[in-house]
């Protein structure tokens, strides 16, 4: 990986940083640096489509528990676990979902920095 791109690849994992503002932001900005730049900087598509598809999933990931909690009733989930209501629970969720992609962006940053491979799993392939 040449310095180009290792530059590149820091400054675009730390731009999926932006989810903290507004999720989307997390797959937005770093797919509009990915697409601006793509022809420019070589071997960069693998290590983008990888972070891409990490933030995609994430922001399924919120979605689709936000839903079945809502749900909870037609997905057979007792209206209270733990005594918490559906909201206590979203609002329990949320701060994990947050914490884990922080980490995984922090946690990637430094291998690209240190010139390895970067590791976001589980991710859905789009």
């Not at 997390?26 to 933030?55: E, H, M, T, V, Y």
């Not at 997905?75 to 209501?85: A, D, E, R, T, W």
Request: charged share 10%; net charge positive; hydrophobic share 55%.
């Amino acid at each position: 990986m040449n310095h180009d791109s290792r530059n590149f690849l820091l400054q675009f994992n730390l731009s999926a940083l932006s989810f903290i503002i507004f999720p989307m932001l997390g797959i937005a900005l770093p797919l509009a640096l990915w697409l601006s730049n793509r022809k420019k900087i070589k071997d960069i598509d693998k290590p983008c489509k990888r972070l891409i598809n990490f933030q995609i999933s994430w922001c399924l990931a919120i979605v689709l528990t936000a839903i079945v909690l809502f749900n909870h009733e037609f997905f057979h989930i007792p209206s209270s676990i733990l005594n918490l209501g559906v909201g206590e629970l979203i609002l329990l969720s949320m701060p994990l979902f947050y914490a884990t992609n922080f980490i995984y962006i922090v946690f990637n940053s430094v291998l690209v920095y240190n010139t390895r491979q970067i590791f976001y799993q589980p991710a859905v392939p789009f």
